[in-house]
């Protein structure tokens, strides 16, 4: 079972902890579909998160966070009975989201960064686009590395 506590919503926003009870029995859905933009910080615990046509799941733990479009669908998977996860999240409404659309700021672009510290020569980006993701590595740190003079 999921567990959400909303600690602030506004027409636009709406920040809540996610988590699990504890000492009760979860069973992972096969699918979940997200319903709005968000940003989720995990506090506590792991999981996997797979999206629809990802070749592999993501392993999420304290410290990172990862970001779902509205409408992504997704797996996720606890390596536990009772999960000991907990997020903080950060959702957008649909028209929060075109408030910030048509604020001024910049376009982003599509993408997401999978966890962990970043390497010095090696970046790895799982870049997700209408629901299809795929792995994109590159070594241009090694390449700058091995070029500069010494």
């Known amino acids: 079972m999921n567990r959400v506590q909303v600690l602030l919503q506004t027409p636009s926003a709406r920040v809540a902890v996610f988590?699990?009870?504890?000492?009760?029995?979860?069973?992972?859905?096969?699918?979940?579909?997200?319903?709005m933009d968000a940003i989720a910080f995990v506090e506590a615990g792991t999981f996997a998160i797979r999206p629809h046509g990802a070749a592999?799941?993501?392993?999420?733990a304290p410290g990172l966070l990862f970001v779902s479009a509205r409408g992504l669908a997704f797996r996720c998977r606890h390596g536990e009975e009772c999960p000991g996860d907990r997020c903080l999240s950060v959702a957008y409404t649909p028209?929060?989201?075109d408030d910030l659309r048509t604020a001024g700021l910049p376009a982003l672009r599509a993408g997401a960064v999978r966890g962990g510290a970043?390497?010095?020569?090696?970046?790895?980006?799982?870049?997700?686009?209408?629901?299809?993701?795929?792995s994109r590595c590159s070594t241009r740190g090694r390449r700058r590395a091995a070029s500069r003079p010494r």
Do not use: N
């Open 19 to 35: 988590d699990h009870p504890p000492d009760e029995a979860h069973v992972d859905p096969a699918e979940e579909v997200a319903g």
């Open 56 to 60: 592999e799941a993501w392993e999420f």
């Open 118 to 134: 970043p390497s010095s020569t090696t970046r790895c980006a799982p870049r997700c686009w209408r629901g299809r993701c795929t």
């Open 95 to 97: 028209a929060g989201v």
